[in-house]
């Protein structure tokens, strides 16, 4: 079964194609079975929720690369009522692994910037799978001194693997671009609000992600480097990637408790994502209430924060 | 392997010194597996006499090499790392770095003088698990950067990490952007700060603080980048150029001002603090 990307889901797919077969078998015995279709339908759903509040770290991984995920590009359409995109760095390139542009969202201009991943394998080669080059965070960087210069907030969605790993990306400064990125925004004079909405990997992320407010999707994920890469480095084994994943803490709901993120937003199942209507206002209107609350402050007093907010993340003895 | 060829290096000027030659032990340069002896090794200033491969020093023998004697003054002496995610393994690693290189952590900051110039200095210790950066290494950095501030001094970090330490998590990524914002204010200040790029920087110290500065110095044949060569290589199977990496390499691409060896660091920063200072014109 090729929809068979997640083993925990099997069961409900299973019940799905049993409730198909039972339509079937309705037209052709003419009987009508509708009330109990919609109700097995009605305890599918509760089933599929109730093992969504369950989920192991490394289903949350899972679903936070699921490939069906919404992109950036859906969440703009969805939140932004005119958007025009912006391109490239004006030194290199234009990357298609982080997009950028403005328009206005609750009747307010902002900028907006994320990352982009494809939606086939056609788009991700293109896309280079969601994992910008130097020129990506040049043209980010680009966009936010803009921002900056118009007064108009900056939203960002998070999701990549992480920063392009190439020899290319090398040869053009790719540390020198990440770092100018976090520079840039850790003392940005307009507020900046990020959505976590799939993969936050590692330095990659984080130049996306100095923000004053961090909302992440409650089935997706952060973290210093990929599960794999931790278990290949510590445990020299790849494959115990799943046991990584509960050790380095990457789900939303413990980077909310340790306070590395602001807000967590609940998601449905992820086939119901975007049709949510619930989801899609709660989103709404967290990014709304964010906005509103960071452009009443004062420019020096909203860069203050920001740099006590980062300051005081990180864990020791005195 | 079977292909390099083993060097040796004319042990005349060593003859004297062969007794400490003896008690000490020979071993291969790691670059280019020249034999060398501990006795010569300290002779040469800590770098291999046939190719020049800088061996890895600690944290200490870098700010004694660079600072006037007895000006140094060491800062958050007592700040030691937890174990926040309760991380399997992590504490017994910990005790191992310390019990291996007699520090508390990775990093040594504080305050001292060069040539007579007031600064504020820090340098990482690659023996101390890889280097890398956890929640105590970005923290003694950006207080050292504040207090630099505080005190109106320039501030040089000499720099040598594996990256974020992967046991804390994104606590330890998150000291990339608290570093780089601690840069920020240094820069606001209007504060001279130098970084000196070390074998090895990779991984998120280069893609922060490392690469901020005003003034970037690599030593030489120092490997510099974000993703290491082993990664590049197993994730994109390109083969990579001889080199590649290298300060020398880096200076070629415009990514840092200067490569210099490093016995010339001092005289070097001696000269640009100086500049930075004004010079003596009426």
Not at chain 1, 31 to 46: C, P, V
Not at chain 2, 110 to 121: E, H, L, P, W
Not at chain 2, 189 to 218: K, M, Q, R
Request: with cysteine; charged share 25%.
């Amino acid at each position: 079964m090729a929809k068979n990307k997640f083993e925990f889901e099997a069961p409900y797919l299973l019940l799905e194609s049993k409730l198909d077969e039972l339509r079937k078998l309705s037209v052709q015995l003419n009987t009508d079975f509708s009330a109990e279709i919609a109700n097995i339908e009605k305890r599918l759903d509760q089933m599929r929720e109730e093992r969504y509040q369950h989920l192991t770290p490394w289903e949350q991984v899972l679903l936070a690369r699921d490939v069906d995920r919404p992109t950036t590009k859906d969440y703009i359409k969805l939140l932004c009522s005119d958007f025009i995109e912006l391109h490239g760095d004006r030194l290199y390139g234009d990357d298609p692994a982080i997009i950028g542009g403005i328009g206005i969202i609750d009747g307010r201009a902002v900028t907006v910037v994320g990352h982009q991943k494809g939606r086939d394998t056609k788009e991700n080669i293109n896309n280079n799978f969601g994992m910008p080059r130097p020129e990506g965070y040049r043209k980010a960087h680009r966009l936010l001194l803009e921002a900056e210069k118009f007064g108009r907030p900056v939203l960002t969605f998070i999701n990549t693997p992480g920063a392009d790993p190439g020899m290319g990306a090398e040869e053009r400064g790719q540390a020198w671009a990440i770092s100018e990125m976090l520079l840039c925004l850790s003392s940005l004079r307009v507020p900046v609000v990020s959505v976590v909405t799939g993969e936050g990997g590692s330095g990659g992320a984080l130049a996306l992600s100095v923000a004053d407010r961090i909302i992440m999707l409650s089935n997706t994920v952060f973290s210093v480097a990929s599960p794999e890469t931790c278990a290949s480095i510590l445990l020299r084994d790849s494959k115990r990637a799943d046991e990584m994943a509960a050790s380095l803490k990457i789900n939303a709901k413990s980077l909310y408790d340790m306070g590395i993120v602001d807000e967590v937003i609940e998601e449905p199942p992820r086939q119901y994502l975007l049709e949510s209507t619930a989801f899609v206002q709660t989103l709404e209107n967290s990014i709304k209430r964010h906005l509103d609350e960071l452009c009443s402050l004062d420019v020096s007093e909203l860069v203050e924060l920001r740099y006590r907010r980062f300051r005081k993340i990180g864990k020791f003895n005195e | 392997m079977f292909n390099k060829k083993r060097g040796y290096i004319d042990l005349s000027n060593a003859k004297k010194n062969q007794a400490a030659l003896d008690s000490e032990g020979n071993f291969s340069c790691p670059s280019c597996s020249a034999w060398i002896s501990e006795a010569q090794k300290i002779q040469n200033n800590d770098f291999c006499p046939r190719c020049s491969y800088h061996f890895a020093v600690s944290a200490w023998e870098r700010i004694h090499a660079i600072c006037d004697e007895n000006s140094f003054e060491e800062w958050d002496a007592n700040v030691s790392s937890v174990n926040p995610l309760e991380f399997p393994g992590y504490e017994e690693k910990l005790a191992k770095a310390q019990e291996e290189t007699g520090l508390i952590e990775g990093i040594v900051t504080g305050r001292g003088s060069i040539g007579g110039f007031d600064v504020v200095i820090g340098a990482m210790d690659s023996r101390f698990m890889m280097g890398s950066m956890g929640s105590v290494v970005g923290e003694k950095i950006c207080h050292a950067m504040e207090k630099a501030i505080q005190y109106s001094l320039p501030c040089i970090i000499f720099c040598c990490s594996g990256g974020a330490r992967m046991q804390e998590g994104m606590f330890s990524l998150i000291q990339m952007a608290k570093t780089s914002a601690a840069v920020g204010r240094l820069h606001e200040a209007g504060l001279l700060y130098i970084s000196i790029l070390t074998h090895p920087t990779t991984g998120g110290v280069t893609a922060s603080f490392a690469s901020l500065a005003d003034i970037i110095i690599a030593e030489t044949g120092a490997l510099i980048g974000f993703t290491g060569p082993r990664v590049i290589q197993q994730t994109t199977g390109q083969i990579l150029p001889p080199g590649f990496q290298r300060s020398e390499y880096l200076i070629k691409h415009g990514m840092v001002d200067l490569v210099q060896p490093r016995v010339e660091v001092r005289s070097l920063l001696i000269r640009l603090l100086n500049v930075h200072q004004g010079g003596n014109h009426g």
